[in-house]
Nanobody, 120 residues
């Protein structure tokens, strides 16, 4: 069974920084795109940043310039470094990965979510 395990959320003051990490584990053949999404209370889930298997990155306008996504392919891990956090960044952050397991089945999976709270 393949799963994504996230860590690193918490409470931070506005202007502070937090780092998130997400590791894909299990019977994995290959991992393609990995990314972060977030969902604030009463709002839809939205893309924050994605790191493609081709090595490119894409950011939401709200994240560009403040957040940095990176990945370690050897560890099947994606990171999100968040700087200059604002109260509007408060949300549950979800990791997402497109991958193929060792039965060659394509999977689009989500982590359990980690809460980020930014106080003003």
């Amino acid at each position: 069974q393949v799963q994504l395990v996230e860590s690193g959320g918490g409470l931070v003051q506005a202007g502070g920084s937090l780092g998130l990490s997400c590791t894909a584990s299990g019977d994995i053949h290959i991992v393609y795109d990995m990314g972060w999404y977030r969902q604030a209370p009463g709002k839809e889930r939205e893309l924050v940043a994605v790191f493609t298997s081709a090595g490119s990155t894409n950011y939401a306008d709200s994240a560009r310039g403040r957040f940095t996504i990176s990945r370690d392919d050897a560890m099947n891990t994606v990171y999100l470094q968040m700087n200059d956090l604002k109260p509007e960044d408060t949300a549950t952050y979800y990791c997402n990965a497109d991958l193929v397991d060792d039965t060659y089945k394509y999977l689009d999976i989500w982590g359990q979510g980690t809460l980020v709270t930014v106080s003003s």
